[in-house]
């Protein structure tokens, strides 16, 4: 699934899992479609590649998200997973 969206918020999450310290960098995003929008803004987890290209560079800015998979998160929140196509 294509989206575009607005990144409102970008932060690092760290945690300890079942192989050690784990962390990673989650953007907020809220989605710009003019016709039929999310209603709840929803997070999207950077992967390591994406973390060295764009970690610190695209909060405020549009991107557009290629979504493979969205979890459910701590909060009831959806964590989105796929791939950044572009910044716009």
């Known amino acids: 699934m294509k989206t575009s ?7 690092a999450e760290s945690f300890t ?4 310290r784990v962390e990673q960098t989650v953007l907020s995003c809220l989605d710009v479609d003019p016709v039929h929008p999310f209603l709840n803004t929803f997070d ?3 992967s390591e590649d994406e973390t060295k ?8 800015k549009r991107i557009e998200l290629g979504v493979t998979n969205f979890e459910p998160a701590f ?5 989105a997973r796929g791939h950044i ?4």
């Open 5 to 11: 969206v607005q990144v409102i918020n970008e932060r």
């Open 17 to 20: 899992g079942k192989r050690g």
């Open 44 to 46: 999207y987890v950077l």
């Open 53 to 60: 290209k764009h970690s610190g560079k695209i909060q405020g």
């Open 75 to 79: 909060g009831g929140r959806l964590r």
């Open 85 to 88: 196509l572009t910044v716009a």
